[in-house]
């Protein structure tokens, strides 16, 4: 049983690396909504950041709305999958409303006045997330692999890797964004995902002047 868990560790690390970000984005909301932002690039660089976590927010609802919870749900009859459903519905109108705050600025680096109400999104964001994970692993995640063969497994993790990348365009900030919010055991795992040249080439070099202003918001040891 313990070898076939990869529902279970693909499904944990999209929540630790949204986790994360989350806690970043609320902690620093904090910091900016009081004492604003220090120079354009910070500004730049948390307007980007946001719009790859609420990018991040939105695919894997989806995600599990039309792929994951169908197919368990013949699985898991009893399973309550419409209260997680529920959930998804419920952070889906917060990311609406921080996205129409980040689109105000049509490109432009306007997050300054608009703080005040990007603070409370975020926080209620945080507080639905973290309850939702919670209960989602316990009732599902966690138990889901017990569940699958693992060719059944493997091809419904297939199903998710071609599932609406578009919602992750422009790569050039959603990857590095992805890659940086993992500790590094994770970041090797998502890491051996891609291919060479967005690890290599792409990211660490063709990309990089697209995403650095969001390094402050990485793991540390981004450059490591
Ligand atoms: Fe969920
Ligand atoms: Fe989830």
Request: proline share 4%; hydrophobic share 40%.
């Amino acid at each position: 049983m313990e070898e076939n868990k990869f529902i279970a560790a693909s499904t944990l690390i999209i929540h630790r690396m949204i986790s994360r970000s989350i806690n970043v984005a609320v902690t620093r909301a904090e910091e900016f909504s009081q004492q604003g932002f220090e120079d354009e690039g910070l500004e730049e660089g948390y307007t980007k950041y946001l719009t790859c976590l609420m990018k991040n927010l939105e695919h894997h609802h989806l995600v599990e709305d039309e792929i994951m919870f169908p197919f368990f749900q013949d699985r898991l009859p009893n399973t309550r999958f419409d209260h997680l459903v529920e959930d998804h519905h419920k952070i889906t109108a917060l990311i609406e409303a921080v996205n129409s705050k980040l689109a105000d600025g049509e490109g432009e680096t306007t997050m300054k006045g608009h703080m005040d109400e990007i603070l409370p999104l975020m926080t209620n964001i945080s507080d639905l997330w973290f309850d939702h994970i919670e209960y989602e692993e316990d009732i599902f995640i966690n138990i889901a692999d017990d569940f699958v063969s693992q060719d059944e497994s493997l091809a419904l993790l297939g199903n998710i890797d071609d599932f609406r990348n578009d919602l992750f365009e422009p790569f050039s900030l959603t990857l590095p964004f992805i890659l940086f919010n993992l500790e590094p055991d994770d970041r090797k795992i998502m890491a051996m995902e891609l291919p060479p040249e967005f690890t290599e080439e792409l990211i660490p070099h063709v990309w990089k002047e697209e995403w650095e202003s969001m390094s402050p918001f990485f793991v540390d040891d981004v450059n490591g």
